[in-house]
DNA sequence: TCTCTTCTGGGTATATATACCTAGAGGAAA
DNA sequence: TTTCCTCTAGGTATATATACCCAGAAGAGA
């Protein structure tokens, strides 16, 4: 990175081509910005990043091979300078918690207009963070006391085998059928299940399922 | 509508401010288009086409107040002349077929290039019908195979009743609680139920879930 | 070594969902 | 009227999920 660089250089990282050259448009009418690459996926990202470091990275909760979330805290391990505007269609107490913890600089929802885009990038690159005012009324109070409570995130604590379980359970599939897939006692399935009911606080397969979509810990099945 | 009207006008239906003005951007640079309005749900979709029609409407899936199918029914029913062309994240064999059936004209993802989206406006302005590179090579058959055995979509016969308990399903209520907010038997909600089940051909309901949120019958519950 | 966590899987019990069946009331259409 | 569909709701049976209990194996780390 050049220091004496006169453009805050932004990374776009959304799997939607679309919705990327659209941003991209918006942010092209403020000259002190530049977007300085586009990537569709995870693993792009981590792959650009390596030769690259914007200033800004814009990012998107839903995308392929690596989620918005786990992509925050492998981006803020290895490069803590580059700042993160998380974007996302969810108005969702639990996951913009979640993103906080993970070390998101900035929260944009897509019902957000294009001021606020460009206020939210003024923001960060002036230090200071940003929350979506469509969430900030609701869920400021609580956020607030979330972090008194020193309450740790249950987004950080999933095991790998539960991760594959969520997956199967969004998938629709029953205990027997999840053990055979994975070559398990149903049983364990079941515990597996139950562990992440807790962990997230949910009642049933159907709501996990809600939950975990909406907060892009797996892709809706297709 | 002016007769001699220059432009091709595009009227904007999306819940998303951010990705209106992003595709607005796009097609602006094309002076030959002409986006007349934009609307982020489905009354507002309604009342504008109450005074203006556009040549074109580009109409996301995921609207609140009215799905994006039941527009595509009402606005192609109201105004057979407008156009429409879908705008979707989801790749789905189900729910392209039912999109086709509603009267959609061309069917474009989220994941395509610009160039394509401009490339799917061309097509239909020409009178032709627009289909995704990301569905046309994968899909076509089956689209054209269900065509010729004449079968009819299962989603036109969906009752009000079971629309509401859908609903509830998607916010994963047991039979006991949305028979309390219905102001009826669990049984009945059970039988709703198993209709629902029956008629996507699903076998619990979590796939219920995934379908129907894929497919835009429903919002995803916040 | 001791401790902690994860992963494994069984016992038991209850809650809920799902799949069949039946059947009456009401409305819409032929 | 007759027919068809929807909505209602119950009977019965099974399948599955959920909530507790228990415990051993394996690995990481202090």
Partial sequence: MESGNA???ILLADDHALIRHGIRNLISNNPALKVVGEVGDGEQLLEFLKTTQPDLLILDISMPKLTGIEAVSRV?????DVKILMLTMHKNKQYFYHA??????GYLMKEDSD??????????????SYL???LSQDFADDVISAYRNNRSSPFETLTKREREVLNLVVEGHTSKVMGDILCLSPRTIDHHRANLLRKFDMK??????NFAVRNGFVTPSD
Same sequence: chains 1, 2.
């Fill in 115 to 128: 001021e606020e885009l460009l206020l939210a990038i003024k923001r960060i690159q002036d230090g200071k």
């Fill in 132 to 134: 979506s005012p469509f």
């Fill in 204 to 209: 049933n397969s159907v709501d996990l399922v």
């Fill in 100 to 105: 906080m913890s993970a070390g998101a600089d």
């Fill in 7 to 9: 453009y805050y250089t």
């Fill in 76 to 80: 803020k391990k290895n490069y803590p």
